[in-house]
């Protein structure tokens, strides 16, 4: 729940942060005003998780005090993670975006599309590699990360690598802790051999036809 429901958002939000970061940056600004933007967008990559992870734990606290909102549980760890999350789908979206012809969008707006049909039928197809990339992206991290979420989790709310630290600084290294590694290991695998295997295929698939075609 938490993998699936911080990457959907982080992935909307970091899509359309990306494209607006791309389609209206100044190209005749210097200095700051040309990179601050996006050096702003570093900063949850670049600080340190457990720092990260005690400011979030701060602003939860202060908030739940102020409002009685953000009481520290699943609903918070999301929010934690989104925010860590965007900037990787946004960068993405920008580094597949600055591959494309700038005159693109003047030729779309010559053709009477408007922003939404412009942003609709030539930049989502353009960066859908990328938005699914991120996707998967932000479900890997969200799995992964552990500092972030141990800061910001509740009594009843325990992520895997929270349960197998927990359990490792109970009872040590028990058989469950070797299954769960075990499974983890072989379900890479398994996605990694899958991948390359259909990219193959794809790959196989896209040369016949030019082949085909060349005959």
């Not at 958002?9 to 990306?18: F, I």
């Not at 739940?64 to 993670?81: E, F, P, R, S």
């Not at 599309?113 to 412009?118: E, H, I, L, N, Q």
Request: net charge positive; charged share 10%; hydrophobic share 50%.
């Amino acid at each position: 729940m938490l993998a699936l429901g911080s990457a959907f958002t982080s992935t909307v939000l970091g899509t359309l942060l990306g494209y607006g970061l791309h389609r209206f940056r100044n190209r005749h600004a210097t200095g700051w005003l040309s990179h601050g933007p996006s050096l702003i967008i570093y900063t949850p990559i670049i600080m340190p998780s457990i720092v990260f992870g005690i400011a979030e734990l701060i602003f939860f606290n202060l908030v739940h005090n102020a409002t009685g909102l953000l009481a520290a549980g699943l609903q918070t760890m999301i929010i934690a993670h989104i925010t860590f999350q965007v900037p990787y789908v946004a960068l993405t979206v920008v580094a597949r975006l600055a591959g494309l012809d700038p005159n693109l969008f003047d030729a779309a707006n010559d053709l009477y599309a408007d922003a939404v049909k412009s942003f609709l039928h030539l930049t989502l197809p353009v960066v859908r590699p990328a938005i699914i990339g991120g996707f998967l992206l932000g479900i890997t991290l969200s799995i992964d990360d552990f500092t972030i979420s141990f800061f910001t989790a509740g009594p009843g709310s325990v992520t895997l690598p929270i349960y197998i630290y927990s359990a490792i600084a109970r009872k040590g290294v028990t058989p469950e802790i070797n299954a769960i590694g075990t499974l983890v290991i072989v379900t890479v695998i398994v996605l990694a051999l899958a991948h390359f295997f259909i990219t193959r295929h794809r790959d196989r698939a896209g040369q016949f036809s030019t082949r085909r075609e060349a005959t």
